[in-house]
């Protein structure tokens, strides 16, 4: 029996998968900042240090936002300020302390309450980028009751609700059933009509049939071309059709 590899999700290898993107985006970003920093001489060092945690953190924020907008918030909050802290981490590291929060700082100087507080400008750069310009759902407001109709509890009209679509599906089932039912008792209709291709005649004397080849014989009248037996018409003398007497 051959070894079975582990089952993997589609839903938690798209969440790996873009928790490894947003590191990597972590990096970049923390990159940029420190290249940045380094060259600044524009700017306060100190000033362009809060403007780099809270640009990262709101770079971050809005990317987790995009990410993982299909998740719940608590993992999209959780991810923007794990982004956002490695960012400032990285960036630190880079510049030496320059830029960010230095990780290699020495334990006679910790804690770094300068590093904790750009760790705080930057989780509340992400947790603001993740929280704004949400749409609120629409409170649905009920229906006013009608006077003097009281309205049928919630259980009614769900199953209200839920029957009218299967009647209408019995409907439109019924009338498709009913037209092919039609439609073969029109064609067994059709069938049961015959056309024989033969003319049937009967003297007009004796009104009795006149086989094709009549042992008793036929007289055809040369006028209305009516036929007769042979024996009718020598007892008569004449066609029997009244149009010979006008």
Known sequence: MSGSQPYTSPRLFLLLF???LLALLACFTAAGFAVAGVVNDTILAWVYTIAAAAGAGTFLGFVSRLFFRR???PLRWTAAIT????????MGWLTQGLVGADPTLPAEKRPDWAGLGLMAVGIAASTLALVA????AAAVSPAPAREGIPEPPPAAQEKKIKSIPSAKAASSSRNRF??????????????EI?????EKYKCPYCLQPIEARDPRGVVVCPICHTRHHKD???????CQVPHYHA
Not at 83 to 90: C, F, G, N, W
Not at 133 to 136: E, T, Y
Not at 194 to 198: E, F, H, M
């Open 133 to 136: 310009w949400r749409k609120r």
């Open 83 to 90: 982004a956002t802290m490695l960012s400032l981490l990285i």
């Open 194 to 198: 015959r056309l024989t291709g033969a």
């Open 71 to 73: 998740f719940s918030f």
């Open 18 to 20: 873009r928790l490894e």
């Open 178 to 191: 009913g037209g092919v039912r039609r439609f073969f008792q029109r064609a067994r209709r059709d069938a």
């Open 232 to 238: 009718c018409w020598d007892i008569t003398g004449m």
